[in-house]
């Protein structure tokens, strides 16, 4: 019986709970993440190689709108005060208004035409010119534009105010802050508190804030200070407080102190304007110093100007005719004359001078300023009539010939600053006109001691007469007192130089003239100087003009000098006036101004009235005695 074979069972396939567990292998995963990091460290080192080399030049112009800047700090100008510390030329706030054109692009501000919006809106603030503001804006590659200079803290107030008012309207979506590059630079003001007083004097400075006239120009370097400057981060057109910043202080200009009376001055200018308007003049200046220091009290001319508004000054306003003009004194001239025959030896006050109404001379006859019958006048009488005839005879007395003469005369002329600089080195000051006695023609030597055939200017011309009232000796004028440094420290100025030019007792004698000329009923030309309770020393003056256009004469010259009190000499007047019409002669123009200044000066400085009568010289002499 054959068997049939079995059949083999089939396997059983495990359950779940049944299955082995199995641990699976790291390396795949560890394989992933690494080759995520390192696509990741691939990127960062591509980006930074984008960053700091391929594009490096493109991310440092963008990073300008986040950059350091410096700028400046300016320097607050030094004061000029009179001699009682009242301001004549003072410094206040002011502000440039800057803007960073960068910043008024279309990027930064939204719109395209963010220039021409900002232009619209700060024109009528800054008093600019429209198209000229959005032209300064409208330069993306600029990064500094002055749209205007020395505008008031209320202007950059309403700059403030209308910024906030835009950027109301952006957070509102209804406008775009197109002033946002807007910055303020302080720039303090130049401002004159006395408008025209002084102006001459004082000058003025350019939109630059330099000293461009008078004193501001003369003193510029020590007035101007030293400016500082200050660097510091910003972003979007505002300073960055936490990124530091470096900052070098201005070093502010020194202060100086005038020897000018700010009184004085306002009188002495008020009268040679108003008689410059009266008598249809060209041009007019008062000088007032004090003779026993030199120092100028007042210095006035006319017309004026106003510094701070120079917009409104006449084309040659802007200058100091009282030491840039020059012409012929005339008579006012002829104490040098009498100072030198007097002080030579040669002559006294008592002399007796013959005065022919014609006298010849240089192929010419020379006369005095009206006929007249033969004067029979003693040297003072000569001075006290102004007789130009007299002066040629006593100045003929000088030398033993007329060369001789001259050179005499010459060096006392010389002696008492004619020809030279008068001290004072404001800007344009000319020395005035005195040629060699070896080169004075035939007219000169005899027209040259009564004033006529040189020049000079103001202030030569009433330094004569203080060298008289300082009893012969000139002290070179000047206008600073003293200095106060920016550590608070007042220097007086040096001491003016003194030169003894002739004796006391000559200058006693001219001065005794003088008077004569003021007091003397019948004969003094001067008579209008007369101060109640004073005594007054004095001279007229009237010469013939030089028209400077042609280089003839055209016109005259009216002026008027002297000091009081006689006695005890205080302040010298001197008063000149160019071309007026009508009536030219110095008594009639400049006598009344000269009255004027010298009886308010002798006031304001207190100056105690004379205690005698004056002294008043014989002026004429019998030729039969």
């Known amino acids: 019986m054959s068997t049939a074979p079995r059949p083999r069972p089939r396997p059983r396939r495990p359950g779940p709970a049944e299955t082995p567990l199995r641990l699976g ?74 803007a960073d054109p960068s910043l008024f692009t279309a990027e930064h501000t939204g719109t395209e035409d963010a220039p021409d919006q900002a232009a619209a809106l700060l ?12 032209a300064l804006l409208d330069a993306p590659d600029s990064q500094y ?46 401002v004159y508190p006395g408008g025209d007083l002084a102006a001459s004097v004082l000058g003025f400075v350019n939109s630059e804030g330099e000293g461009a006239g008078g004193l501001e120009r003369r003193l510029d370097e020590e007035l ?72 100028i009290l007042a210095l006035a001319t006319a017309p004026g100007y106003d510094p701070n508004d120079l917009g409104t000054a006449a084309a040659n306003g802007l200058r100091n005719p009282a030491v840039e003009d020059i012409y012929e004194p005339g008579s006012t001239n002829k104490i040098v004359t009498m100072a030198a025959v007097l002080e030579e030896g040669v002559a006294a006050p008592d002399t ?15 006369a005095d300023d009206h006929d007249h019958e033969t004067y029979h006048l003693t040297l003072a009488g000569v001075m006290a009539r102004s007789s130009n005839i007299g002066t040629i005879l006593a100045a003929e007395a000088l030398g033993d010939t007329q060369p001789e003469a001259n050179q005499v005369l010459h060096s006392y002329l010389r002696a008492f600053g004619l020809g030279s600089p008068t001290g ?36 030569q011309a009433a330094s004569l007469y203080s060298t008289i009232a300082n009893g012969g000796e000139r002290i070179t004028p000047g206008l600073l007192r003293g200095t106060t440094g920016p550590d608070g420290r007042y220097e007086p100025a040096p001491e003016p130089e003194r030169t003894r030019v002739v004796s006391e007792e ?61 006695d005890e000499p205080r302040i010298t007047v001197y008063c000149a006036v160019q071309d007026p019409r009508g009536d030219y002669y110095g008594g009639q123009v400049c006598g009344p101004v000269f009255q004027q200044v ?13 205690g005698e009568e004056p002294a008043v010289l014989a002026p004429t002499f019998d030729p039969d005695e």
Do not use: C
């Open 145 to 190: 534009a002055v749209l205007a200079r020395q505008q008031t803290p209320q202007t950059w107030r309403q700059i403030q105010e209308l910024r906030r008012t835009l950027a109301e309207k952006q957070r509102a979506g209804t406008g775009h802050q197109v002033l946002a590059g807007l910055f303020r630079e302080k720039n303090p003001k130049r």
């Open 123 to 134: 024109a009528p603030i800054l008093g600019q010119d429209e198209d000229r503001l959005a």
């Open 25 to 98: 292998s790291p390396r795949p995963r560890l394989r992933l993440v690494s080759l995520g990091l390192a696509l990741v460290m691939l990127a960062f080192v591509v980006r930074l190689v984008q960053v700091q080399v391929v594009d490096a030049a493109s991310y440092t112009e963008k990073a300008g709108v986040n950059r350091y800047i410096t700028l400046p700090l300016a320097a607050q100008r030094g004061d000029i005060t009179d001699r009682n510390g009242v301001a004549l030329a003072t410094t206040v706030d002011a502000y440039d208004i800057t």
């Open 506 to 566: 000559t200058a006693r004698q001219v001065t005794a003239m003088l008077e004569t000329a003021v007091a003397d009923d019948d004969w003094g030309t001067a008579r209008v100087a007369r101060i109640p309770g004073y005594r007054v020393a004095a001279k007229t003056g009237t010469s013939n003009r030089v028209d400077p256009a042609t280089g003839t004469y055209n016109g005259y010259t009216a002026s008027f000098a002297g000091f009081a009190p006689a």
């Open 424 to 459: 004072l080195g404001l800007p344009g000051e000319s020395s005035g006109l005195l040629a060699d006695p070896a080169d004075w023609d035939a007219a000169q030597q005899h027209t040259i001691p009564f004033g006529q055939g040189l020049s000079v200017n103001g202030v």
């Open 352 to 366: 007796h001078v013959t005065v022919p109404n014609r006298l010849p001379r240089a192929d010419r006859n020379f």
């Open 224 to 295: 101007a200070g030293e400016d500082g400057r200050i660097r510091y981060a910003q972003s979007g057109g505002r300073r960055v407080p936490t990124a530091g910043s470096s900052e070098q202080p201005a070093v502010p200009g020194v202060d100086m102190e005038l020897t000018l009376d700010r009184d004085i001055q306002w009188a002495a200018q008020s009268a040679i304007a108003e008689q410059v308007v009266e008598s249809e003049a060209d041009s007019g200046y008062v000088i007032v110093q004090d003779t026993r220091s030199g120092e």
């Open 598 to 610: 010298m009886e308010f000066s002798l006031k304001a400085l207190q100056v105690p009235p004379s």
